[in-house]
């Protein structure tokens, strides 16, 4: 189900807690596995709890808890605009209103080629820098204005 390489940065990761403390690696688990895969299929999902011996439902409570994690297929390029209330004051969202304008597609949905997915996304830490947005859980993209979401809509093609 996955790789060993996968299976190597998982076990590393439990190396880190004691032994009867496995479920301490579950979020990083849950990382590999997406990284792996491109989401967490419930298939993936049962592997990942029966790997760190846990219950397939404790493994989907914190897959599902948490916007990082991506439970259906998502496009090349996901794109998370934060709205919670001090984004929305600064332009979160104007700045969804305007990514959903020019891709097309609503949150949680995938554009028709495939290559973006619009999400919500709750505080990212970076409020001053407002409004804000992840691409691909890992770059956070500051100020972005509809000029800034042109130039990051350009660098994705």
Known sequence: ??????LRKIDREVSKYPDDQKQSAVMAALVFAQEEKGWLANATISYVASYLEL???AVFEVASFYNMYNLAPVGK???TVCTNLPCALSGGVHAAD???SKLGI???ETTPDGKFTLKEGECMGACGDAPVMLVNNHHMRCFMTPEEIDQLLAECK
Request: net charge neutral.
């Open 1 to 6: 189900m996955l790789s060993e390489a996968t």
């Open 55 to 57: 219950s397939e439902m």
């Open 77 to 79: 390029y996901k794109l």
């Open 98 to 100: 305007y990514l959903k």
């Open 106 to 108: 609503g949150f949680n």
